[in-house]
């Protein structure tokens, strides 16, 4: 049996970054970018205000309180470029700044002296000093022409887009989302949450969570389905998920040792490279994972939930980085709240609540129910403890590796726990 590093090496040999395409902003929400995005504008595009007031020209000196000026002109957001020779002008927020201006006094910083019949401000003096180069936003102070904005790795979120559009980025290179398929096996699995169940049913509940998981990770799921204990109905299953182009193939069940534990004989019968089946983890003993004739890559989950969640978050997730051009996760670090009796030489990986000490203090805590059937306790877990196959039991306070719940779920503190 494989130790845990051997087997992420085979499947990061066998896995290659997906090829880039070009697609409009908006459109790239969610998805990785391929290259760095450079700007070819400043941010903000000119010198404007900051407030609501006149702009002066005071150059390096401060100007003292009760300076008197006459109100030139007028300048509001939109206003085309002006220029200013004399005065002061009165200014709009976001308005461009009249060349040779270059300060700005907030329009509560001033007394108006005189006003016309529009109520507009002719003479004005101020109540303030005013320092140099106050209340202006500088052209390109943002961001300058020919500045990287954004790197080659970067999940476009909101605030990605939001600096895209105020860049006038209209297309990006993107890694496309990995396309997965997932097939729960198990003659025992109900999917219909409204059917009761009959005598040695279960309901499927790996199905829905790992779909949901698949999404978080950036990728995307063009086909689940339930097959039975069946290696024909399996296969015919499996030749749809390879037609809807899944290019990752998931399966939970079938791949231990009993009598219907079909996956690895039915992958081998139609000609799929198995490069490791068992790896010394827990849970998840039995994971398999598989190179198919056309080149796609099969992993096959044991059936247990906690299991398969293992093999998703742990096996599963490092490859949909390779393909989405994402450099390996690097674990938190964070002392253990209790000590842990580790009882085999395996990795283990935890259930864990990342909580607060009393000093405010991360630590983490290995939650009751750890064993691979246990469903309620994933519920409660806020992240993944792991414990490496060569470490002893961690006392209290040993430092231990945590991972979010996804690679794109980072560990969160949703109420401090004490
Ligand atoms: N003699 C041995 N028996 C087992 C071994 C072993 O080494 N020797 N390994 C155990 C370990 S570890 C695991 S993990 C499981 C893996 O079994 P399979 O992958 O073959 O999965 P199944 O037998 O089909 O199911 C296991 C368990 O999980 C339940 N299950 C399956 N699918 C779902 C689903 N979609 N939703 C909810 N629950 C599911 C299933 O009913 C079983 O209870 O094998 C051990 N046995
Ligand atoms: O290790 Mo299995 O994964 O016990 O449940």
Request: hydrophobic share 45%; with cysteine; aromatic share 4%.
């Amino acid at each position: 049996m494989i130790g845990f590093d051997e087997a992420l090496a085979l499947i990061q040999r066998e896995v290659a970054v997906l090829p880039a395409r070009t697609c409009a902003a908006p459109d790239a929400v969610g998805l990785v970018l391929a290259s760095d995005v450079c700007s070819g504008e400043d941010l903000p595009p000119f010198d404007n205000s900051a407030m609501d007031g006149f702009a002066l020209r005071i150059g390096s000196e401060p100007l003292a309180v009760g300076a008197e000026l006459d109100v030139a002109g007028a300048q509001a957001a939109g206003d085309t470029h002006a220029i200013a020779t004399s005065g002061a002008w009165e200014i709009m927020t976001g308005a461009r700044l009249p060349d040779g201006l270059d300060a700005v006094i907030p329009v509560e910083q001033v007394e108006v002296l005189v006003r016309d019949g529009a109520d507009r401000p002719l003479r004005i003096r101020t109540t303030a000093v005013v320092e140099p180069g106050q209340h202006v936003r500088l052209r390109g102070e943002d961001v300058r022409t020919g500045a990287c904005i954004l790197k080659a790795g970067t999940r476009i979120e909101a605030p990605q887009l939001m600096l895209l559009a105020a860049l006038g980025v209209a297309q990006v290179r993107v890694r496309p989302a990995p396309r997965v398929a997932l097939l729960t096996t198990g003659r025992e699995l109900v999917d219909d949450p409204t059917r009761t169940l009959a005598s040695g049913e279960i309901r499927n509940s790996n199905g829905p969570y790992l779909a949901q998981r698949v999404r978080d990770a950036g990728a995307q799921l063009v086909l689940r389905e339930t097959v039975s204990d069946d290696a024909d109905a399996f296969l015919a299953a499996l030749q749809r998920a390879l037609a809807a182009g899944a290019e990752v193939v998931l399966s939970t069940g079938a791949v231990s040792m009993g009598r219907y534990d079909f996956v690895p004989d039915a992958l081998r019968r139609i000609g799929a490279c198995l490069h490791f089946h068992k790896v010394r983890i827990r849970p998840g003993k039995p994971l398999l994972f598989a190179s198919l004739p056309g080149g796609q890559l099969y992993f096959g989950l044991p059936g247990n939930p906690v299991s398969s969640a293992v093999g998703l978050r742990f096996f599963v997730e490092p490859a949909l980085r390779v393909l989405l051009g994402l450099a390996p996760e690097r674990a938190l670090r964070v002392p253990l709240a209790a000590a842990f009796n580790k009882r085999a030489a395996l990795r283990f990986h935890l259930k864990g609540g990342l909580e607060l000490d009393q000093h405010g203090q991360l630590q983490a805590r290995v939650l009751p129910g750890q064993e691979s059937f246990r469903i309620a306790p994933m519920a409660q877990a806020n992240c993944w403890i792991v414990l490496p196959d060569t470490a002893a039991s961690p006392a209290a306070g040993a430092m231990v590796d945590v991972y979010g719940l996804g690679h794109w779920l980072p560990p969160q503190l949703d109420e401090v726990m004490t």
